[in-house]
């Protein structure tokens, strides 16, 4: 399940750590050209005091023009690595994010079941698309934010160098600044948490509109929905205008006229040659290098304030990239023993209690044997069971009590991975991928020829889709294969499972959304792909289990039916009820 937490920014930076070791000689470069920015950017004062101080009085018109090419040059030089520092800086935390988002990706394919029917799709697409973007955020203004304090530490020791009781001056300043960010960071924090979550909500509501947007049109509820999303978004603006409030109170723009006054205060000294207060001989050199280092120092002091809003916003995206790459894997996916490359498929529930919520049993002693290769059609209303108990057997979920067993081993001992290559299943609506018909048959895998491919085509009776296009098995496919019928879907999807060739095989409700002529077909290749695998059907239409060996009958989760179509249409109520209520007869 979705965790829901803050992370300190201790613990971030801990968890950004070794993604940044990947990255360690980009780090290296960007410390040593920001290292030389600020020397360079704090020796430039000392060039304009000596010039306005030292050479000007003297009328030392060449060290004037020598002090000023060097001034160039530095500044120059400055520019160059700043230029590199920022490159360098952008570039290392692209790369943090690349790293975090492969690992979020491939997070997808260790999560158990349960989590995807807890989480919504268009939030854990927020994880790692925003939230991973998050991550490199938290970077970047982290380390923005020590640059900007190692600026202010090298030109303060410029400063105490041109005249210490200035500097000292300047260090009675720190404690107001310190409580100032404090105070601004404490104010701002919990609406930029709010605002990030609204955010993932407003994310999550767009998939539901765009993917029900039918449904919406058809149930007239266009206006209704758009109220839910409005209702986000103006929790969100509400957020942001919140924090952009206390941003104009406390943020860098305060302080922007704090430096403002400073420089004022000390432009109305310039008009004196000299100055002595406090013991501090103010000469105009001076006056004026300072005021260049207040400004060197009071800028950083400006980026932390902006950086500190950034980070705020970045470290509630990078905490849910963290604990989403942070959810506990599903364990069996790959621990546990390989099981056999090639096994009977003789299939045993015994005595199967499983729930979703501690004691809530939706199967309740479920035991059912299966000889290998023969048909089981599994019937009952919605919520009898059915798809939780082929949830077991594709090892979805794990079952509380009893034991299920293939070939007479508990399928807990293996591991996830190596069982499921003995699996396949179709669901009603099957999964298709932007590409080509070939590698959607194939998933990509090279190690099936032309003639392979084209033969379970044709065994299904999906061979004229070849002949759709002039592209052959590389005609293109859409996303989710919008491009084709739902039965063409089903036909793709029973071909690709031919050419897999497991050996048990699980049919969930394939042919529950087609019509009349389209069902024809797909029970044509449903006995094509079952034959000679032990094969479980799950179909509202009864029809489509009629001549299966045997059918369990479903209800609360209990079997209180098991038998032929003949046997349990007279024997079992249950089916009786169903089987009428569809074809509207009695036998």
Known sequence: MARHENLTKKVLFRKTLPYLKKEFWLFILTIISSLIVAVLSAFTPFITKAILDEFLPLGEYSKIVKALIIYGVIIFIIVVFRYIYQYIHTLTGMHIERRVREDAIKKINYLAVDYYSLEPDGKIVAKITNDSAGVRVFYMTMFSI??????????????????????????????????????????????????????????????????????IQDFNQEEEMLGDYKDLVNTYVKNDRKAATINIYFGWELLSLIKRAAEITLLMFLGFSSLEVGGVILTVGLISAFSENLDKMINPINAIFQNLNELEDSMVGATRAFLFIDEENDTRTLDGDDAPDVIKGEVEFKNIRFAYVDNKYVLDDVSLHVEAGKTIGIVG???????????????????????????????????????????????????????????????????????????????????????????????????????????????????????????????????????????????????????????????????????????????????????????????????????????????
């Open 146 to 215: 020590f640059n900007a304090l190692l600026n202010i530490a090298i030109v303060y020791v410029g400063v105490i160098i041109l005249e210490p009781k200035l500097g000292l001056l300047i260090l009675a300043l720190i404690p107001i600044l310190s409580l100032w960010i404090t105070l601004y960071r404490k104010k701002v924090h919990k609406y930029f948490v709010e605002t990030r979550e609204t955010g993932s909500r407003i994310t999550g509501k767009l998939n539901e509109l765009i993917s029900g947007a039918l449904i």
């Open 381 to 587: 209303h919605t919520g009898s069971g059915k798809s939780s108990m082929m949830n077991l057997l594709l090892a979805y979920n794990d079952y509380q009590e009893g034991s299920l067993l293939v070939d007479g081993v508990d399928i807990k001992r293996y591991n996830k991975a190596s069982y499921r290559r003995n699996l396949g299943i179709v669901l009603q609506t099957p999964a298709l991928f932007a590409g080509t018909l070939r590698t959607n048959l194939t998933m990509e895998r090279d190690i099936y020829t032309d003639e392979e491919i084209i033969n379970v085509l044709n065994a299904v009776g999906a061979g004229y889709m070849l002949n759709k296009t002039e592209y052959g098995l590389d005609m293109p496919i859409t996303f989710k294969g919008d491009n084709l019928s739902l039965g063409e879907k089903q036909l793709i999807a029973f071909a690709r499972i031919l050419l897999r060739n497991p050996k048990i095989l699980v049919l969930d409700e394939a042919t529950a959304n087609i019509d009349s002529d389209t069902e024809a077909k797909i029970k044509n290749a449903m006995d094509i792909v079952a034959k000679d695998r032990t094969s479980f059907i799950i179909a509202h239409r009864l029809s489509t289990i009629k001549n299966a060996d045997e059918i369990i009958v479903l209800d609360s989760g209990r079997i209180v039916g098991k038998g032929t179509h003949e046997s349990l249409y007279r024997d079992c109520l249950q089916y009786r009820d169903m089987y009428d209520s569809q074809y509207n007869n009695k036998e």
